[in-house]
C-alpha cells in the first residue's frame, strides 16, 4: 500500500504466484477472480478508503464472463469502481463483480506429476526378474557340469519367470467380525492414478520369493553336495509348513471353506497319482519325480494359501495363531543359506553352527516384523504404520531383501576366498563375479527391495548390467585362461621381457622401412637389407606377426604378476574404495538411500547407508580377482570394458530419480545433466585409475619402470589416459563441491491410496483452493487496488 500525501488516494497493488503441478501436455488454466473477494481485507478498520478502482492486470490472459459494471477495460485489463461504505456495501455485494481468465499453457521442463499405473510396474518387475534370474541361470549351469546343464538352466528360467506371472495376483478381502463395515480413506494431496490400477505386492509373490524358490533352492543345494535328488525328510519338511499353515489359521478363527479343502483334496489327489507312476519309469525320471511331485504340492499349496484373508494387510484383527501359521513360511530362506555355508567353505558344519547359523538369519528376515506386533500400542501407533505392520509376504519391506542380499554377497565372497589360491579356480567362479556384478548394481544407490526392482532405470540397469557381464566375462574364459592363471612372479618377468624386446622389434622394423628408401639409393646391397629385415621380424612361426604380438603381451599384460586371485580381489577392493572415497563420503553425508522404508528400526538405515559406501569395493574385488578372464590385453583396457559393464548401473537409476517426478522432489532437465554426468565422471575417475595403477604394478612385479611399458614419447599413450582421468575428476569434482546433486526422494507406490503414506506437497510449493486442480506453473497474476 502507497500514499504519496495525506490527500491523495491510496494505492495497493497485490503480486499473487501459484506454483502447480506440471503436466506433460497442453494445459488448459482456468481462473476465476472476484472483486468483492480481493478487497475484503482492506474494508475492516478505520482510516481505511471507501472508494476502490479494482483493476485485474493480466497479459497473455484471455478475459471471459465479465460481470458486473466495468468502469474500464482493455485487451488485458478491466477495471470496477467499488464503495465498501458500510452504507454502501448492501448494495455493492448484491452486484458480482467477477472474470474469468483463461490460457493454455506448456513447459519445456519434465511433468511434476506422475504415477506408474499396475501394468508399467509389473513390467519393469518383469525386466529385473530376467536380468536376475540369467545370471542366477548361468551360476546354475555352472554348478551341475555340463552334463545336464541345459535342462537345469531351463528349469531356473521357469521357476524365475513363474514370479512374474505370480505377480499378478491381488491382495485377499479380509473377514470382518459381524456387523463390522471397512472403510477405505484416501488421502492424496496431488494428481496421481486411481487406487485400483496401483500394483500392490500380493501374498502368492510373496510366498513365491521366500518360500518356493528357497526351498526349490535347498533341495538343490544338496543336489550339488551329493550329486542326487534331496532325501525324503527334507522333502517331508519342505512340504509340511504349508499344510499346517491351514489348521493355523482355523484355529485362530479363520476357518476355510469347503471349497478350499475340496482344492487341497484335489491338489493331494493329483500328487498321488504322479507317485504311482514312479514304478513305471526309470533313470532319472524316476529318481526325481519325488522331488517334482513334492515342488508341485508346495507350489499348489503357496498358492491357495496366498489367498487366504490371513496373508490381507488389511485385516483389522490378527490373532497368536494367525501370526504363527504366516511365521511358519518364513524360515526356508534361512534354511536355504545355512545349507550353502558348508559347500562354499568345503567344511562340514556342526550341528550347532548350523543351529546358531539358521537362527541368526531367520531372526535377522523377520525380527522386525515380530517386534512390529511386540510393542505395546501406546508406542506403536506410529511404528505400525509402516511397511512392518503389514503382513510379511505383501508390501514393499526393504528389510527381508537387504538381509539377504548381504549374505549372498558374503556367500559369494567365501566362495571365492575357499578358490582363491593361484591355478585354483574350482566350479562355476566365472558365473559367482556375474552375480557379483548384478549385486554390486542392486546396491549402487541402497538396498534392493521390490520398491526398487519396480522402477525403470534400476529394473534395466539390472537387465543390461547382466547383459554386459556375459561380455565382460565371456562364457568359457575361465577354461581359456588356465595357463594364465597359473603364472608366477618370475615367469611374469619373462613375459614382460618377451614382450618389450618384441615390441622393441616390431618397432624399429616400422622405422627401418621407411629409412632403407635412401639407404639402398645410395650404398646399402639388398642383401644386407634382407638380413636385416629377417633378423627384425617377430619371433614365432604361427599367425601372422601382429597375431604374434597379440599373443606375447597379451601373457605379458594378462596376468596377476604372481599373486592370487583372491589377493588381488582385495587389493582392487581396497583400491577402489581409497579411489571413490571423496564422493562416497559426499553421498553417505548428503543424500538419502534408495528402497528405504519409511521408518528404518535397528538402525537400517545406516546398514543401507554403508551398503551403498561399499558397494564401489565389490566392482574393484571384480576386476582384481577376476582381472585374468576379463575381456581385454592391457590393464587399461580391461578397466574399459569393466566401464561399460559398470556405466548403466549407476546413470539409469540417477536418470530415473532426476526426471521421474514420482521419485523426485523437482524434476529439471539440468538436474538430469548434473546427476548423471556426476556418476558418469565418477566411474571413469575409478576404471581409468585403477587400470593406470594395475599397469604400474605389473610394471614393478618384473622388476621395470612404469616408462618401459607405457611409452611416454607416444603422445596417445599419455594424452588419453590422463586425458580422460583430468575429464571426469572435473566433472565428478564440480558436480560435488556445486552440491548440485538431486535429491532422490523415493515414493512408495501405493501413496496416492493410503492414508499412512500421503504423498507430501514438495517444498517452497503451495496450492491453492481454486487452482488446486489445474496442473502448471501460472506465474504470477498483478492484482491492483
Known amino acids: 500500500m502507497t500514499q504519496k500525501s495525506s490527500d491523495s488516494p491510496a494505492r495497493v497493488k497485490t503480486v499473487r504466484g501459484v506454483y502447480l503441478l506440471r503436466q506433460p501436455e497442453v494445459q488448459d488454466i482456468t481462473l476465476n477472480l472476484s472483486a468483492q473477494r480481493l478487497v475484503q481485507g482492506m474494508t475492516a478498520g478505520a482510516g481505511f478508503p471507501t472508494l476502490w478502482n479494482v483493476r485485474v492486470n493480466a497479459p497473455k490472459w484471455l478475459f471471459t464472463h465479465i460481470t ?49 499405473t499396475r501394468g508399467e510396474m509389473l513390467a519393469a518387475f518383469t ?38 506371472l505370480v505377480g499378478l495376483t491381488g491382495i485377499p478381502a479380509p473377514l470382518l467380525p459381524a456387523n463390522t463395515v471397512q472403510v477405505p480413506i484416501t488421502i492424496s494431496l496431488g494428481p496421481g492414478t486411481a487406487s485400483e490400477v496401483v500394483w500392490k505386492p500380493g501374498p502368492v509373490l510373496g510366498l513365491w520369493l521366500w518360500y518356493v524358490i528357497p526351498v526349490a533352492g535347498w533341495w538343490f543345494s544338496r543336489r550339488v553336495v551329493t550329486g542326487g535328488p534331496p532325501s525324503w525328510w527334507l522333502l517331508l519338511v519342505g512340504c509340511l509348513p504349508l499344510f499346517l499353515a491351514f489348521p493355523l489359521m482355523a484355529a485362530g478363527g479363520t476357518v476355510p471353506s469347503a471349497g478350499v479343502w475340496l482344492q487341497l483334496a484335489l491338489a493331494a489327489s493329483f500328487c498321488v497319482l504322479l507317485w504311482l507312476l514312479r514304478p513305471l519309469s526309470t533313470g532319472a525320471v524316476r529318481r ?17 494359501l496366498g489367498l487366504s484373508p490371513i496373508m490381507s494387510d488389511r485385516d483389522p484383527s490378527e490373532t497368536v495363531p494367525e501370526a504363527m501359521a504366516v511365521l511358519i513360511c518364513t524360515w ?3 534354511a536355504w543359506f545355512t545349507s550353502l555355508v558348508g559347500p562354499v567353505l568345503r567344511r562340514t558344519l556342526r550341528q550347532f553352527s548350523r543351529a546358531a547359523c539358521f537362527t541368526l538369519v531367520w531372526g535377522a528376515v523377520t525380527a522386525p516384523f515380530v517386534a512390529a506386533r511386540l510393542m505395546k500400542p501406546a508406542t506403536n501407533l506410529v511404528y505400525r504404520r509402516g511397511a512392518y505392520g ?29 578358490r582363491g589360491h593361484i591355478g585354483d579356480a574350482g566350479r562355476a567362479v566365472e558365473p559367482v563375479g556375474r552375480v557379483l556384478l548384478v549385486c554390486a548394481a542392486l546396491t549402487a544407490f541402497g538396498g534392493p527391495s521390490l520398491r526398487t526392482l519396480t522402477m525403470w532405470g534400476e529394473a534395466i540397469a539390472v537387465l543390461l548390467v547382466a547383459v554386459a557381464s556375459l561380455i565382460l566375462l565371456p562364457p568359457g574364459s575361465a ?23 618384441t615390441q622393441l622389434l616390431w618397432d624399429t622394423r616400422a622405422d627401418f622401412q621407411r629409412s632403407a628408401r635412401a639407404s639402398l639409393v645410395d650404398d646399402m646391397e639388398v642383401s644386407v637389407f634382407w638380413d636385416r629385415w629377417r633378423d627384425m621380424a617377430v619371433p614365432g612361426r604361427n599367425d601372422d606377426p601382429e597375431s604374434r604380438l597379440r599373443r606375447v603381451k597379451r601373457f605379458a599384460l594378462g596376468t596377476n604378476a604372481g599373486r592370487s586371485p583372491w589377493t588381488a580381489g582385495l587389493v582392487g577392493a581396497g583400491l577402489a574404495q581409497l579411489l571413490t572415497l571423496p564422493w562416497a563420503v559426499y553421498k553417505a553425508l548428503t543424500t538419502g538411500i534408495v528402497g528405504a522404508d519409511s521408518l528404518m528400526p535397528f538402525h537400517l538405515d545406516a546398514m543401507f547407508q554403508t551398503l551403498r559406501f561399499m558397494h564401489w569395493a565389490l566392482y574393484g574385488f571384480v576386476y582384481g580377482f577376476f582381472y585374468v578372464l576379463l575381456r581385454g590385453l592391457t590393464p587399461v583396457s580391461k578397466a574399459a570394458w569393466l566401464m561399460l559393464a559398470m556405466l548403466p548401473a549407476e546413470i539409469l537409476p540417477m536418470l530415473t530419480l532426476t526426471v521421474d517426478p514420482q521419485y523426485a522432489r523437482d524434476p ?6 548434473t546427476g548423471c554426468a556426476g556418476v558418469a565422471g565418477q566411474t571413469l575417475v575409478l576404471c581409468m585409475l585403477l587400470g593406470l595403477w594395475w599397469e604400474w604394478s605389473l610394471a614393478r612385479a618384473a622388476g621395470m619402470k612404469w616408462s618401459q611399458v607405457r611409452n611416454s614419447r607416444r603422445l596417445s599413450s599419455i594424452t588419453i589416459p590422463i586425458g580422460t582421468v583430468l575429464v571426469a575428476g572435473a566433472t565428478a569434482f564440480a558436480t560435488t563441491v556445486a552440491g548440485t546433486w538431486a535429491q532422490p526422494e523415493l515414493r512408495p507406490p501405493d501413496a496416492t491410496q493410503s492414508s499412512q503414506s500421503a504423498q507430501p506437497i514438495p517444498p517452497n510449493r ?5 487452482v488446486a486442480q489445474h496442473g502448471w506453473d501460472v506465474g504470477s497474476l498483478e492484482q491492483r487496488l
Open 68 to 116: 458486473g459494471p466495468v468502469q474500464a477495460q482493455t485487451e488485458s485489463t478491466v477495471t470496477w469502481r467499488l464503495n465498501t461504505a458500510p452504507a454502501a456495501l448492501g448494495k455493492t455485494a448484491a452486484v458480482a463483480r467477477t472474470v474469468t481468465l483463461r490460457r493454455s499453457m506448456r513447459t519445456t521442463e519434465p511433468p511434476s506429476v506422475r504415477r506408474q
Open 127 to 164: 525386466v529385473a526378474a530376467f536380468g536376475i534370474g540369467g545370471v542366477a541361470a548361468l551360476l546354475v549351469g555352472g554348478l551341475v557340469g555340463a552334463a545336464v546343464r541345459r535342462r537345469w538352466v531351463v528349469a531356473t528360467l521357469v521357476l524365475g519367470a513363474s514370479a512374474c
Open 288 to 304: 526325481w519325480l519325488p522331488t517334482a511331485t513334492a515342488l508341485i504340492w508346495i507350489i499348489a499349496m503357496a498358492v491357495r
Open 332 to 334: 526356508p530362506a534361512a
Open 390 to 418: 503389514h503382513p510379511f509376504f505383501t508390501g514393499y519391506a526393504a528389510a527381508p531383501l537387504f538381509v539377504m542380499t548381504i549374505c549372498g554377497i558374503a556367500l559369494q565372497i567365501a566362495y571365492l576366498w575357499r
Open 479 to 501: 577354461a581359456a585362461t588356465v595357463r594364465l592363471r597359473r603364472v608366477r612372479r618370475r615367469g611374469h618377468a619373462r613375459f614382460m621381457d618377451r614382450w618389450l624386446t
Open 668 to 673: 529439471s532437465w539440468s538436474d538430469v545433466v
Open 766 to 770: 503451495r496450492a491453492e483452493p481454486w
